[in-house]
């Protein structure tokens, strides 16, 4: 009796392993794919340039509105550079546009086209200054659609990308009360000027647009409510 159960045992040990094995296997092959997904979801922008070849007074002296672009994809220097100027982190937690209180209210978004980026699928990204990589919130080409929520300016369509800068007042008026309000609009110019001059010292151009309808905007992005744009500002080589 006692050699029948060890019989009926080792089959079902063996049963077991086996079971282990290939369960082992199938997660082993479902994380693959998911693990490549999250790589794609997060890129890594190339460090940005701490010098140029244009002056500070130059790049002032260019600076115009830009509204006509031309279909000429960025590359990811570039826009590493735009944004960095915009949010980026230039020593500790300090980033290179003043914020009241270090509250850091704004939150850059990229909505790249079809081509717009080399290297760079067309799709919606957060911008992550702290470690310098784009967040991929959503495929696909969305220019068309921010710009009819932007009044139907066309120009926004044709520009390879455009940065969306949005703010959280509760960051800043948490701190300050009704008063931060305005804080965060300050800092919106301060980020919103870095890039123009940046546009301009890597020979592209931009302009702020403010007229848009703010929920559509929030939908294009696929942003929550407290979340609220600010500035569009489509970028591109001047045509």
Not at 35 to 54: F, N, R, W, Y
Not at 149 to 165: H, R
Request: with cysteine.
């Amino acid at each position: 009796m006692d050699l029948q159960r060890t019989e009926i045992m080792v089959p079902l040990r063996m049963l077991l392993v086996l079971s282990l094995i290939l369960s082992s296997s199938l997660c082993l092959n479902q994380n693959v794919p998911l693990t490549v997904v999250e790589k794609q979801s997060e890129i890594v922008l190339p460090a940005p340039h701490v010098t140029g070849d244009m002056s500070v007074e130059e790049a002032l002296k260019k600076r115009r509105s830009v509204r006509d672009f031309q279909d000429t994809p960025l590359t990811l220097d570039q826009i590493s550079q735009l944004l960095w100027a915009g949010q980026g982190i230039t020593e500790g937690f300090k980033r290179s546009a003043p914020s009241a209180g270090a509250t850091y209210p704004l939150t850059l978004y990229v909505v790249v086209g079809d081509p717009g980026v080399e290297g760079l699928g067309a799709g919606i990204y957060e911008y992550v200054p702290t470690s310098n990589v784009l967040r991929l919130i959503k495929e696909g080409d969305y220019r068309d659609r921010l710009a009819v929520a932007c009044l139907t300016q066309l120009f926004i369509e044709d520009a390879p990308v455009s940065i969306v800068i949005v703010a959280k007042y509760e960051k800043t008026t948490a701190r300050y009360g009704e008063r931060g309000i305005r804080y965060v609009h300050m800092e919106a110019g301060h980020v919103g000027e870095n890039i123009y001059l940046q546009a301009e010292g890597l020979a592209l151009g931009t302009v702020a647009v403010g007229a848009f309808i703010d929920q559509d905007v929030q939908q294009v992005l696929s942003i929550p409510e407290e979340l609220t744009p600010l500035y569009v500002m489509p970028v591109g080589y001047p045509r």
